[in-house]
């Protein structure tokens, strides 16, 4: 996934203004994005089934209506670092922390930040994304939205 991870490697860096001051937020950011559009899937569970699948996890777990509220065009429901390890599990927060480069504790905790905004940019009119779409046409406006935060 050498090409997909370089895109996305370019895309977060020019929201983030050329990679300034947000070095684990991007990576993680990164990281996630990589998971959804199914190129990180050796640790199965949420980043088997790309965002249909992380939110079936959330089902699973007893918070589909968290999960709901982001797709859904109203608030988003916050999630805590603790109610996303539970659900995603601590195998694919470590792999995501790895990736980012930081600690687990911590990739959860912005992991709960960011998800949520990142789910309900990829669902702008309250929808999963038809088979087939190109999300990463849609990451410039969704990374521009989140990283502006």
Do not use: H, K, Y
Request: no cysteine; glycine share 22%.
């Amino acid at each position: 996934m050498g090409l997909l991870d370089s895109m996305l490697g370019s895309v977060v860096s020019q929201a983030l203004g050329g990679g300034q001051g947000g070095g684990g937020q991007a990576a993680l950011i990164q990281a996630v994005i990589g998971m959804l559009m199914g190129g990180n899937n050796q640790g199965g569970g949420a980043a088997a089934g790309g965002l249909g699948g992380l939110l079936e996890q959330f089902q699973r777990g007893g918070l589909g209506d968290v999960a709901s509220s982001w797709v859904s065009t109203g608030q988003n429901m916050p999630i805590s670092a603790d109610q996303l390890t539970n659900v995603l599990g601590s195998d694919v927060i470590g792999q995501l922390a790895r990736s980012a480069g930081m600690d687990q504790g911590a990739a959860a905790g912005q992991l709960s930040q960011i998800l949520p905004q990142l789910i309900d940019g990829l669902t702008p009119n309250g929808q999963l994304p038809q088979q087939g779409t190109d999300l990463g046409s849609m990451l410039p406006q969704i990374l521009g939205g989140l990283l502006s935060r």
